[in-house]
């Protein structure tokens, strides 16, 4: 297995002299038996540099710990929903923030403070939320539009959401709804993973974002800039989607 030589920054842990470790050959070993034709075109997912050596953060917890340093210094009393909380980032944010209300969900997950269905967050009023991480879950969710709306609900006018999911750069249109797919192994050759419903094109992927009604703010390499995705191990075609309701 290929090990970086370069050392890096990461936010997560704090550590700017860390290297970072490749996606695990599981991944690729399943494209090539499935017959996935999309593996390496994930817009943000880097494949010699995905996890810090140290703390084991995956490349965009990097980047939402990174977007969280440098917007919420000093803030507090704030609410803040984190969905399918992400290990590293979750102890992240409870070191950098002092005083909020915190609070993580999960479908499934034994581990989290509410056990919540993205499509019908019940337990949550309207306009509670100041702001929430929504990571890599719209894939998995058979009506993405309505768990989108559902965010769209919960979330503070004025309020703001990391909201994010895989997507490919090789595709024009998302891939999903495929009737023929019907297995674990079809899900893999044609959506890249086993508990994947859909391949995400990100002119759909950010259609569906604001047709709930949220505003959309996009960063790329022209706002982060090519030194610090490289000083971060990140893609240059990484993206960062933050969502906000006006």
């Not at 990100?202 to 995705?229: A, H, P």
């Amino acid at each position: 297995m290929f090990f970086s030589r370069v050392t890096y920054c990461c936010s997560v842990c704090n550590s700017n002299n860390v290297h970072f470790e490749p996606l695990p050959q599981f991944y690729k070993e399943s494209a090539q038996k499935y017959g996935y034709k999309y593996f390496g075109t994930g817009e943000m997912t880097a494949l010699s540099t995905y996890t810090c050596s140290k703390c084991g953060a995956s490349d965009r917890e990097r980047l939402y710990a990174y977007y969280i340093e440098k917007n919420f210094s000093g803030k507090e009393n704030i609410v803040f929903y984190h969905f399918a909380p992400e290990k590293n980032l979750q102890a992240f944010i409870k070191r950098f923030f002092r005083n909020i209300i915190y609070k993580t969900f999960d479908l499934c997950a034994p581990d989290v403070d509410c056990h919540a269905d993205l499509t019908d967050m019940n337990m949550i009023k309207d306009n509670e939320c100041d702001f929430f991480i929504c990571s890599h879950m719209l894939e998995h969710i058979e009506n993405d539009r309505k768990a989108i709306a559902e965010l769209y609900r919960i979330t503070k006018y004025g309020g703001k959401g990391i909201l994010m999911a895989p997507i490919s750069t090789a595709i024009e249109s998302t891939i999903e709804n495929l009737p023929d797919v019907k297995t674990d192994e079809d899900r893999w050759k044609y959506y890249g993973q086993n508990d994947h419903i859909r391949l995400y094109a990100r002119k759909e992927f950010v259609e569906r974002i604001t047709q709930s009604g949220f505003e959309l703010e996009m960063y790329d390499i022209d706002n982060l800039g090519k030194s610090f995705l490289k000083k971060n191990g990140l893609k240059e075609t990484t993206v960062l989607y933050i969502v906000k309701k006006k």
